[in-house]
């Protein structure tokens, strides 16, 4: 707190937001919080039926369970200050704030790219050596692998959170973004950022490529192995086991790839927005309905729940 008022004279940012116009306002902070409500609400059902059913408790549900938590984690660090937001006077978030969302927001992202390549590994264990599967995932070693995930990103989005921070901050204050991230941030610093930005792009390599690489190399080797299947039940099984995941990875990744490839002007700023808005509020909102709707077991715990609440 103590580096934030040395280098900050501004005492707090404004958001540009999404529109300006009272009437969109309102139709869109109805939709972010049917949005919202609906994001909690399956992940905490996805989490639930994890823990009361016995046929889900293997590892991939387990991360499954982790990757809900996050999203609930991760939606609720952005939309409820956009919701503020749209219907406040002052689209404002005080600097103390605005690096407490920058830095929670930045760790649950990153930990969303780490535990998609672990969940993706987990799938390449249990189809081309399903023998070895429990052996080799066992309760321990997906604890650990958990535990890494989670560390590892809070740790790194630490140091790029400190080196944003460590920047003099002298105005202007308005920030053309709907929440704090990094780069939105950075380009108000009242000094040269090239250093910091070098560090981030070095960091973005680390903790997105590689997850990224993990995924595909999994993906490319589960693939293989399906060819290889004589039965087309198996191949079609082993298939179905990986299409939730490989669509919450397109989803992910795809927008990602749009963000921070497209040009750099006044109107891919907008379009960066509701990029942004769509991994944030979106995608979070659609995992569980994906992981649920593709998944057999889940499927049948979902429908005894439901049966058992009209009796």
């Known amino acids: 707190m103590d580096m934030i008022k040395t280098n900050f004279t501004v005492t707090e940012f404004v958001f540009l937001g999404l529109s300006s116009q009272p009437k969109m306002q309102l139709i869109l902070f109805i939709m972010f919080l049917f949005f ?20 889900l408790q293997t590892p991939m549900y387990f991360f499954l369970t982790n990757l809900s938590f996050l999203d609930i984690c991760y939606t609720s660090t952005n939309v409820p200050q956009m ?4 219907m406040g006077k002052k689209k404002t978030i005080p600097v103390s704030s605005c690096a407490a969302q920058m830095y ?4 649950f992202g990153v930990i969303e790219c780490v535990l998609l390549g672990v969940m993706a590994y987990d799938r390449y264990v249990a189809i081309c050596h399903p023998l070895h599967y429990t052996v080799i995932m066992n309760q321990s070693t997906c604890v650990q692998l958990a535990a890494i995930s989670w560390s590892s990103s809070f740790l ?9 921070l460590s920047l003099p901050y002298c105005g202007p204050s308005v920030l053309n973004h709907v929440f704090c991230e990094v780069p939105s941030v950075l380009r108000l610093a009242c000094a040269d950022t090239s250093f910091t930005q070098l560090v981030v792009f070095i960091f973005s390599v680390i903790i997105v490529f590689i997850p990224f690489l993990l995924i595909a190399v999994s993906f490319v080797r589960i693939l293989l192995s399906v060819l290889r299947m004589r039965a087309a039940s198996g191949r079609h099984k082993a298939l179905s ?3 939730s995941h ?10 990602a790839i749009f963000m921070y490839v497209r040009p750099q002007s006044k109107s891919s700023k907008a379009g960066g927005k509701i990029v942004v808005v769509f991994y944030t509020v979106i995608t979070p909102m659609l995992n569980p309905l994906i992981y649920s709707l593709r998944n057999q077991d889940a499927r049948g715990v979902l429908r005894k729940a439901i049966a058992k609440q009209r009796t």
């Open 83 to 86: 919701l503020s937001n749209m």
């Open 104 to 107: 929670f927001s930045l760790s």
């Open 156 to 164: 790194s989005s630490l140091i790029i959170n400190v080196l944003t």
């Open 246 to 255: 490989m669509t919450v990875v397109t989803l992910l990744y795809g927008t």
């Open 36 to 55: 919202y409500l609906l994001t909690v609400a399956g992940n905490i059902i996805i989490i639930t039926i994890t823990q009361i059913e016995p046929r």
């Open 241 to 243: 086991t990986c299409a």
